[in-house]
C-alpha cells in the first residue's frame, strides 16, 4: 500500500531534516528523556543504513534508524529510530513492536548482539493524539495475565504542544527552528504564508538542498497559486533565485502551477523594473501583455514600501 501524496510531502521534507548528524543530535538532546541523554556519548551517533521495515513495507512506512554508543561502555549500542506520523495512528504501538521485534531477530540470525531499540514518535498533525501504551490496547485484563505481554516504551513527541516561542530558544541550528516550524504549521496555510520571509530566508544553507527541499513542501501546502506568487515576491533576490530554479525544473517536467507560478512572478519583476523606470500602467500592460490593474496592484505595493 502505497502513502497518499500529503504523507509523500511530509515525509520528504522529514528525511531531508534529519539527513544531517548535528541536527538529528540537537533534536535528540532538546526531546529525549533526560535521563536517557545523560548516558549517551552522543559524539558516537551515527545513521544506520537499511531500515527496520521489510521490503513489503517500504512503501507504507517512514523510519530513521541512528545508533549511539552507551557512555563508558564501548560495546553497548542503542538504536534510536526515528518514526514521523503526520496523523493520528492507533495501530502505532504495533508498528514499532513489529519493528523492534525484526531488528532483534535479524540481529539473532545474523549472530550479532542484539541492540536496544528506543522508538520516538514525531507528530505535527493537527488532530489531537496522546500518548498511549502498547498495554492499553488490550482491556482490563488481569496483572496475571499481562506478564505475557511484550512491554515496552516509546517517546512520544507531540510538537502540536510545544509553543513557539519554545522551539525558537531550544535549538541553535536556524535549519531545524525554520523545519519544526513549518511542519508544526503545516495545515495551516495563512500562517506559512504570513511567516514565509522569516522561515524560507532561515532555511538558507550552503549547498541550497536543504532550502529547495522546504520550498517544495511549501509548494506543496500553498494550494493556491496567487499566494504562492506573493510568497515569492516577498523573499530577498537571493533567495527568489533559489526558489525560481525550482519553479523552473517543475516548469521542465510540465507541472502546470510550478509554471503559472513562475510566468506571474517574472511578470512582476518585469512590471517592478518598468515602474521604477518611470513607464505609465497603459504601456507597461501592453508590453508585458497583462491587465491594467496587475500593473497598478504592483504600483500600490511599491508606492506603500516607499
Request: aromatic content about 12%; glycine content about 4%.
Amino acid at each position: 500500500m502505497s502513502q497518499p501524496n500529503s504523507v509523500r510531502t511530509h515525509d520528504a521534507l522529514f528525511k531531508h531534516l534529519f539527513s544531517d548528524l548535528g541536527r538529528v543530535r540537537e533534536y535528540f538532546e532538546v526531546y529525549l528523556p533526560i535521563e536517557l541523554c545523560s548516558r549517551v556519548d552522543w559524539d558516537s551517533l551515527q545513521r544506520e543504513d537499511g531500515t527496520f521495515v521489510d521490503d513489503t513495507l517500504k512503501a507504507s512506512y517512514t523510519d530513521l534508524v541512528f545508533s549511539v554508543r552507551l557512555k563508558d561502555q564501548t560495546e553497548v549500542y542503542l538504536c534510536l529510530l526515528l518514526e514521523h506520523k503526520s496523523h493520528p495512528d492507533k495501530n502505532t504501538p504495533f508498528q514499532l513492536l513489529y519493528y523492534i521485534s525484526g531488528s532483534l531477530w535479524r540481529e539473532a540470525q545474523n549472530g550479532q548482539t542484539p541492540r536496544l531499540v528506543v522508538p520516538v514518535v514525531f507528530y505535527h498533525g493537527e488532530e489531537p493524539w496522546e500518548y498511549k501504551p502498547i498495554v492499553k490496547h488490550f482491556g482490563h485484563l488481569p496483572e496475571d495475565i499481562l506478564c505475557y505481554l511484550s512491554k515496552f516504551e516509546y517517546a512520544f513527541h507531540n510538537l502540536q504542544k510545544n509553543p513557539d516561542e519554545q522551539i525558537l530558544a531550544a535549538f541553535r541550528n536556524h535549519l531545524l527552528i525554520s523545519a519544526l516550524l513549518t511542519l508544526k504549521h503545516s495545515f495551516d496555510e495563512a500562517y506559512l504564508q504570513n511567516q514565509a520571509v522569516f522561515l524560507l530566508e532561515s532555511a538558507v544553507d550552503d549547498d541550497g538542498n536543504y532550502f529547495k527541499a522546504l520550498f517544495v513542501y511549501f509548494f506543496n501546502r500553498i494550494k493556491n497559486e496567487e499566494n504562492m506568487t506573493k510568497v515569492l515576491e516577498q523573499l530577498s533576490n537571493e533567495v527568489q533565485a533559489e526558489a525560481m530554479s525550482v519553479l523552473d525544473l517543475y516548469e521542465k517536467r510540465g507541472i502546470q502551477k510550478g509554471e503559472q507560478i513562475g510566468i506571474r512572478h517574472k511578470s512582476y519583476l518585469a512590471c517592478r523594473n518598468m515602474i521604477l523606470k518611470g513607464f505609465d500602467d497603459k504601456v507597461i500592460s501592453e508590453v508585458l501583455e497583462v491587465e491594467e490593474s496587475f500593473v497598478q496592484q504592483v504600483r500600490a505595493e511599491i508606492n506603500n514600501m516607499g
